[in-house]
Every structure is written in C-alpha cells, then in structure tokens.
C-alpha cells in the first residue's frame, strides 16, 4: 500500500520550474531519501508534500486522502526541519509537546506518548534543559521527539543532520534508521549527502533540475546509473568519466594511441568506470600519476590516459609516485556504456 503518492506534481515561479512534473509514490513504512545537489528541488518536492509550498499542477496523495490543497495542519504528517525549529525560552520537556498542548490533547494522553518519546531517544535526564543547554546532537533528538509525540503515520525530514559533526553524524545516521524500522514509520527524506542516502534508504530518488534522473534502490543506483549524472554523484571517488576517439580504424580513450577500448564500436559512447574496479597491471592503458590522495585504509591515484583523467582506488599507503608511469585495465563486466550525447544508460558489457 502507497502512504504517499505524488502524480505529476510541479512548482514553477514563472519561468523557473523547481519541479516539474515528478511523479513518485512511497511504500507504506518504508524510508524514501531524496537526493542530489543544491537547486534540484528536493525541499521543495517536501515541501509541496508537507503542504508548505502550493503545487502549480499535479496531485498528493497521502494514503487514500487527496491532500493536494490541504493546509499542513489537516495533512496528518509531522516534519523535523534542517534548523530543528526549537523554542529557546522552553525546556525540552514544553519543546517536545508544544504541538500537543496547541491541539489541546488531554494531558494523561500528552504524558503517554512523552514517556514513551523519551525513553526511545534518551532524553529523561535532558526535558528540564533549555536547547541552548544541549549538545547539537540532542537538539535533534529533541526535534525527533517532537516528530514522535505526533504519532503521524509520515515524517518528513529536510537535511536534519547537515549542522552535526561526521562523528555525530554518522551516530544520528543509524538512529534515524533504526528509529524508523523500529516504528514502521513512512519517511520521506532530503539530503545531498550521498552516505546518508546510501546508508539509511529503502529507495532512492535522485533529482537534477527539479525532475527525477532515477528512482531506484540504493545497490541498483550504484550498480546500474540511469545516466552519466547519476553515475558520477553516487560513489565516492566519484565514477570516472571517458571520453573516446576513432582512431585507425579502433576507439580509443580520447587523446590515447595506446589506450584502446574493445567494448565498442565508435566513439559515440561514454565509459563509466569507478574507481575501485580500475586496475594496476603491468600492460593496459598507459598512464601518468598526477596525484596521490592517502585516505587511510586506501590511497586515490589522480592519473592521466592520453586527455582523460582517471581515478584508481588502491589498499592502503601507495608506494607510487607523482609522476610515475603505470598500466590500467578495467573488466569489461565493470564498464558502463552511456550515450555520448545524451548521457542515457547504453548498458554495461555483461
């Protein structure tokens, strides 16, 4: 069953669209991450869902309701905001049932779901503190709390975790997560960050100028990219990118005579290869080190394959040196064939 469904939705402001035609539906007690970068309208589908933002066409759905030209009070979903939109002047006690006590829910019912917000979040010790008092990471527990207390069958969160340290990130990351499965909660949401969406969704959607490029599990959006987008914003590294040339009657990596390519048959084609699946080898595309990038449990080599750079992921510290000559390959079962001028999935060489 569907808890939310958007049919065709967009948001134009004259002549931008923010979003333009995007049509989605989200499984009931499932966690949907949109994603992508700054501009692509990812808030404001959430908040066209959350009814913050009016549609210019299309409907929503949530569950068997139209909820299209509701107000957000009548929408009966409760939504944690980047800046947690806490009270300072109140305790974490009055913050987290501040939407309660405006709804005039009796007071033994408002105890209930308070006890039972905080025993999940670990806030007992905390409801006498002010937020000024709290730690960035229990402000958003709180913010959390205030989500629980509501008992909405939705929640939507826009970029909750951006202002935390990654230490704290990375905590709250599988505390969401764990928080949602633990609930059966329906979740829709927003970040650019590609870790938190790979980490924490069920599903995917990843949008660029305000339409969605692929809607898909986190292993099919990076096993399987839609488009040279799509396959270059998820991983990190980030995929490479190869240009081609005909060269003598072959293809070639662009400005290579020696780095030939025998997946295809013309150079009308964009390789994707990620950086983990590039190889060292004692004979394969030449290549020049350019630069070495020690992440700890591995190194990134930037190199050059005639006008093209590549990115290579190899174990640990790399005894390779700026500037040394190597030899690349790359399984033809890990290339990716994307059209080169429309940036569409051709397929892999499986």
Same mark, same amino acid.
């Given at each position: 069953?569907?808890?939310?469904?958007?049919?065709?939705?967009?948001?134009?402001?004259?002549?931008?669209?923010a979003?333009?035609?995007?049509?989605?539906?989200?499984?009931?007690?499932?966690?949907?991450?949109?994603?992508?970068?700054?501009?692509?309208?990812?808030?404001?589908?959430?908040?066209?869902?959350?009814?913050?933002?009016? #549609?210019?066409? $299309? @409907?929503?759905?949530?569950? &068997?309701?139209? %909820?299209?030209?509701?107000?957000?009070?009548?929408?009966q /979903?409760?939504?944690?905001?980047?800046?947690?939109?806490?009270?300072?002047?109140?305790?974490?006690?009055?913050?987290?049932?501040?939407?309660?006590?405006?709804?005039?829910?009796?007071?033994?019912?408002r105890?209930?779901?308070?006890?039972?917000?905080?025993?999940?979040?670990?806030?007992?010790?905390?409801?006498?503190?002010?937020?000024?008092?709290?730690?960035g990471?229990?402000?958003?527990? #709180?913010?959390? $709390? @205030?989500?629980?207390?509501? &008992?909405?069958? %939705?929640?939507?969160?826009?970029?909750?975790?951006?202002? /935390?340290?990654?230490?704290?990130?990375?905590?709250?990351?599988?505390?969401?997560?764990?928080?949602?499965?633990?609930?059966?909660m329906?979740?829709?949401?927003?970040?650019?960050?590609?870790?938190?969406?790979?980490?924490?969704?069920?599903?995917?959607?990843?949008?660029?100028?305000?339409?969605?490029?692929?809607?898909?599990?986190?292993?099919?959006?990076?096993?399987?990219?839609a488009?040279?987008?799509?396959?270059?914003?998820?991983?990190?590294?980030?995929?490479?990118?190869?240009?081609?040339?005909d060269?003598?009657?072959?293809?070639?990596?662009?400005?290579?005579?020696s780095?030939?390519?025998?997946?295809?048959?013309?150079?009308?084609?964009?390789?994707?290869?990620?950086?983990?699946?590039?190889?060292?080898?004692?004979?394969?595309?030449?290549?020049?080190?350019?630069?070495?990038?020690?992440?700890?449990?591995s190194?990134?080599?930037?190199?050059?394959?005639?006008?093209?750079?590549?990115s290579?992921?190899?174990?640990?510290?790399?005894?390779?040196?700026?500037?040394?000559?190597?030899?690349?390959h790359?399984?033809?079962?890990?290339?990716?064939?994307?059209?080169?001028?429309?940036?569409?999935?051709?397929?892999?060489?499986?």
């Amino acid at each position: 069953m569907s808890a939310i469904q958007l049919l065709n939705v967009s948001r134009h402001w004259g002549d931008v669209r923010a979003v333009d035609d995007v049509s989605f539906e989200v499984e009931q007690g499932t966690m949907l991450v949109l994603l992508g970068p700054s501009g692509c309208g990812k808030s404001t589908t959430l908040r066209l869902i959350a009814g913050l933002e009016s #549609v210019t066409s $299309g @409907r929503i759905m949530i569950g &068997e309701r139209d %909820v299209t030209h509701l107000p957000p009070a009548q929408r009966q /979903l409760a939504m944690v905001f980047q800046s947690y939109a806490l009270f300072p002047h109140l305790t974490v006690r009055e913050n987290i049932l501040f939407g309660l006590t405006v709804r005039k829910v009796p007071e033994a019912e408002r105890e209930k779901r308070l006890t039972r917000a905080v025993d999940i979040l670990g806030l007992s010790a905390l409801l006498q503190r002010k937020p000024g008092e709290l730690s960035g990471g229990q402000q958003q527990r #709180v913010a959390l $709390g @205030r989500a629980l207390v509501a &008992e909405a069958a %939705v929640c939507l969160m826009d970029e909750p975790l951006s202002n /935390l340290d990654a230490k704290l990130r990375h905590e709250m990351r599988r505390e969401i997560r764990a928080l949602q499965q633990t609930l059966g909660m329906t979740m829709v949401y927003v970040t650019h960050d590609q870790t938190e969406a790979m980490s924490m969704a069920d599903r995917i959607i990843l949008m660029q100028g305000g339409r969605i490029v692929q809607n898909a599990t986190p292993s099919e959006l990076y096993s399987r990219p839609a488009t040279t987008f799509a396959g270059n914003f998820i991983g990190t590294p980030p995929m490479n990118l190869v240009r081609l040339d005909d060269a003598r009657g072959s293809v070639c990596v662009a400005g290579s005579r020696s780095g030939k390519v025998g997946v295809v048959d013309s150079a009308n084609y964009v390789l994707g290869i990620r950086p983990e699946h590039v190889r060292i080898v004692p004979d394969g595309w030449r290549a020049v080190v350019e630069s070495v990038e020690y992440l700890g449990s591995s190194s990134v080599l930037g190199c050059r394959v005639g006008g093209e750079e590549l990115s290579v992921v190899v174990d640990g510290v790399s005894d390779i040196a700026v500037g040394a000559e190597i030899y690349l390959h790359c399984p033809d079962e890990h290339i990716h064939i994307f059209d080169a001028q429309t940036g569409e999935r051709r397929g892999t060489c499986r």
